[in-house]
Every structure is written in structure tokens, then in C-alpha cells.
């Protein structure tokens, strides 16, 4: 976590080097705070209002210099008060704190708009300062990490009187925040790091940490290549053999003395560590980013990593829930060992896969995954996260996530949770009349339809035979967990962290239901 955050009273001077001042469209003339800044300049901010440079738009900006004791003074448009929303305004802020950092600042009073104080406002503003503070600069020189600016110290400014009470929200919400960066932040890393770095045994060690920061709230279980095959997980295996470095099958669960009935919920994550293709090789520059083909599983360790920040809430939810994060853990390489196109493998729940295209091996994994958390953690709730198809980032571009399901309310928990934290999200349908085009004529299944149509609901269709009773939500995160634009906002260049805020939301409100 980088940044410190608090709340202040509001007056004047306050000491930071930079002041933010979001306005609605409707306050340009009557907010006090740029009246009292404009009055100690020569009227540069009143300037660009007049001439309509600025109108208080959502995500425009102006900013001048040296203002009433301020290096900076920003003004953000947050548009007009009726649509006002959270999440647009943590988005505007994080943008804001970009073109601080680009003036070599570190140092900001963000001075809040005249909205309720709540935890959810001190939650999401606090996000935007850590969220977008992250890069990714381990292998960067010692000069270019010195170099690298960063805001130290934020501080929220009260622009109203206040009630302690919602003071005290907001600051819970600020501590919760950076519990949550703590995972969001171990996802990002670990999708960036070089497959070189992070192989299967890398993504145990992971999880082990993890274990042990939970003081015995959490236990972890690795199975390894001979375990899996005594259990019959063909399907994830066979995606594994073509790489030197071993498959590990981890699971990751809470750990409670308390009896009583429980929920059963598994998170799921595609965890190819690297996706060549195997001998269906990917050309080049589609390989380029497939590091991160394990971004799936990131977040379910993000989750994890976020819970045992927060031990009496990770405390609350294992006594009223057997939370467990599945991650079938492997690469896929291409060798004189690999899986063949034509070759049939036999998944953990008996089914037979014809596999036509070994370049379709994230739907293998997950296959036995899925079945797993099913047949071994009696998984009643299954959310899987996974890089699964380039058809689903043809289908929604690069922010949103796909969302399929075979039960309409968790379905909708997801989407509305997703859409409340911020994270891009648009559902999908499981149109099982497509499924035809799974069937193989020799085998039960193959693990690729009929031509490159519909490829996200024929992978997702694919995933659906795997699961018996559980209500399961799927999430192609193809396109939102890895970023090839400038960063933007909470988002940065290269990893996402994307699900990390929308499954911890879902667990939260499942413990509540
Ligand atoms: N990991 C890829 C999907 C992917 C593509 C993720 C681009 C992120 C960016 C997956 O394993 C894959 O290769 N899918 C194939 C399936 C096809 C062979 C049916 C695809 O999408 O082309
Ligand atoms: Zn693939
Ligand atoms: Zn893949």
C-alpha cells in the first residue's frame, strides 16, 4: 500500500503542496472553496470558468499554479449532482491524482464535494489514491525507481460540518481500503511477473504466505501431480505435461471451530502460469501477454490476501461459511511429452474430452477445478475467474468481463456487486442450444465448437458440464484483467487486478443473505 489518507476538518491553509476540488456543474458560482482560492489569485480559476474552459463536466479538469499557499490547483468536473456516482467520482479523483504526480507533487488536500460522508465514500476515495499509486517497477533501475513520484499523503477535507459518527465511517471505510489495495496490488504483481519467475511452485509459496499471515484462519493444501492423478483429473493434467515445471493443484480455505450450517463457496481461477498454446502454438504476438493467462487465479489470491488483513472479518465469515479459493495451478508448453490435438483425456468427474485444439486448456483446468470444488469442498456457490477466450474480448472490448450462470440471483449478486465496485461487467447468455457444437463423436466432449463463433458461450457451455448442482456464475476476464493502454484512472498499465473487489462484495453479502 502507498499513500496515507485521512480526514481533516476543513479552513484554511491547509499544508499540502496541492489542493483537488471536485464541482458540480451547478456549484461553478457558488462554491465557497473556489470562491476563497480565486479571491487570493488574480482570478485565473474564475477565467477559465468564464470562458467556459471549464464547466464542471464530468472528468474535465483545469488546474493552475501557485494559489493560496498551493503548488497546484485542480479543479475536477464531477457533472451534474443527479448523477452523481461513487465510483465516477473515485475514477475523477484517481485521474486527478495522475496529473498531480505528473507535476512531480505528493502531497494533496482533496476537498470533498457536498455529498454524504459514508464509509463507502472514505472507501472509494481512499482506493483511488492507493489504486492509482500502483506500478509494476521491480525491474526497473534504481534510478528510475527514484524518480518515480508517488502521492505520499492525501488528505480529505471536510467541506461541511460534520458528526463524528460519520467521520468514524469514513474512516473505517479508508482502513478497509487498504486492506482491499493489499490484494488488488498482490494480483497485479503476480500477473505481471515474468513467467520465468512465477510457475506453479511460486503460486504454492504464494499461497503459503498468505496461510501463514492468517494465524491459523486459513489452511492451505497443495496437491501435487501424483495426487491428481490418483483423484482423476485427467483434464487439468493433460494440459500440464508438456512442461518441465510440475502442476500443483492448490486449494486455499477457512478454518473455523464453530459448528452450525454453513455456506459452501468456492472461488475458482485459471492459473496457466504461461499459455503457448501447447502444440496448438499461439504465433508470436499473440504469446506476447500470456503470462498473465494465470489472472484468474491472482484474484482469487488477492481475495485471500485482502481477508487476513481483516482477521475479525475473515473470523466472521468462516463461521458462517467454508470459503475455499481453488487453483489448478500449471503451464502449457509445447515438448515431445505434450498433449496432441486427438488426444482424449478423462476429467475428475468421468467425462471424456476430446482435445482438437490443446490451445483451449484453460477450459481443461477449470473443468477439473470446478468438479473438484463440487465433489471434495461440497462447493454449494462456484465463481470461477478465468483469461478464458479471445472471443470474449471480440464480444465486450477490453473493460468488461463476460458473466454466465446457471442461476439468475447469484448472476445478478455478481453483476450488481461488479457494477457497484466499479469493475466493468456485462452478462452473457449460456445458450445451451450451442452445446451440440461440444459434443465429439468419439468422446463424451471436445474442447472446441464448430468454427470461432460464439467461442466465450461455447468455452462457458463447456465449463456448465462440469458442474452438478452448485449455482455457478463464470467470469471471462480475457479483456479486463490486462491493460495495454495508458493507465487510466484506478487502472494501470499491464495487470488489472480485476475481480479482486467483486468477489470479496459477493462474499460479503452472501454471509449477510
Ligand atoms: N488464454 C487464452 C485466452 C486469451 C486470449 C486470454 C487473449 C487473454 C487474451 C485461451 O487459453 C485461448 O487460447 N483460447 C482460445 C480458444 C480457442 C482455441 C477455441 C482463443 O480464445 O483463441
Ligand atoms: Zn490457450
Ligand atoms: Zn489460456
Redesign the pocket.
Known sequence: MIGHVTVKKGGFPQKSQTLILPLFTADLKTNKILKQIDQKSSGELSEKIKTHEFEGKEGQSVSAENISGYKAVLLLGVGEKKEFSLIQLREGVAKALRAVRMMKFTTVDLFLPEVELSFQLGKHLALAVHLSNYSFLKYKSKEAKKKHTVITEANLILSQPAKEKDVLLMQEGIRIAATIDLGISLARDLVNEPAIHLGPDEMVATARSIEKESKGLLKVKVLEEAECRRLGMGAFLGVAQGSDKKPRFIVIQTVSKKAGKKKYVSVVGKS?MF?S?GL?L?PGS?ME??K??MAGAASVLGVFKTLVQAPDFLRRIADQMELSGVIPACE?MPSGKAMRPGDIVTALNGKTIEVL?T????RLALADAVSYAEKYLKAEYIIDLA?????C?VALGNDLAGAFGNDKELIKLVVDTANHEGEGIWELPLYKKYLKQMKSEIADLK???GG?MG?AIT?ALFLSEFVKKAKWVHLDI??P??RHEPPQGTLPHGASGWGVMTVLGVITQLINV
Request: no cysteine.
Open positions: 496457466i499459455d498454446g496448438s499461439k499473440s501477454d500470456m498473465m493467462d502449457n485444439n490451445d483451449a486448456e484453460g483469461t478464458l477466450t479471445g472471443a474480448m474442447n472446441i465448437g470461432r467461442g468455452a480475457a479483456g484483467a490486462f
